[in-house]
């Protein structure tokens, strides 16, 4: 079983900085992949950030220069630094694993909780 733990979220101003961290836990083989995605009311989830377990980026264009991905394989963690936020980054922000575990030939998903993030004055 692999949990993942995301903490971070909150209430921030337009122009103000928060970060999302993401903790994986449980028994698996190795993680590959790992990003952040958002959903709003209504509207598909999306990527935000990912990253590789050899630190290969790729962020959304909305988030590109603001946003910063990061990870940590000996400790299983993901975060992500979001500088300059705006009210449209206001989203609830969810982390995304894709591992890999012994006897199986593709990686599975596993997603967070999810963890609000409200950017408003």
């Known amino acids: 079983q692999v949990q993942l733990v995301e903490s971070g979220g909150g209430l921030v101003q337009p122009g103000g900085s928060l970060r999302l961290s993401c903790a994986a836990s449980?028994?698996?083989?190795?993680?590959?992949?790992m990003g952040w995605y958002r959903q709003t009311p209504g509207k598909q989830r999306e990527l935000v950030a990912a990253?590789?377990?050899?630190?290969?980026?790729d962020y959304a264009d909305s988030v590109k220069v603001r946003f910063t991905i990061s990870r940590d394989n000996a400790k299983n963690t993901v975060s992500l630094q979001m500088n300059n936020l705006k009210a449209e980054d206001t989203a609830v922000y969810y982390c995304?694993?894709?591992?890999?575990?012994?006897?199986?030939?593709?990686?599975?998903?596993?997603w967070g909780r999810g963890t609000q993030v409200t950017v408003s004055s």
């Open positions: 995304n694993t894709k591992i890999r575990h012994i006897g199986y030939g593709f990686d599975l998903d596993y």
């Open positions: 449980g028994s698996f083989f190795r993680i590959n992949a």
């Open positions: 990253i590789t377990s050899g630190g290969s980026t």
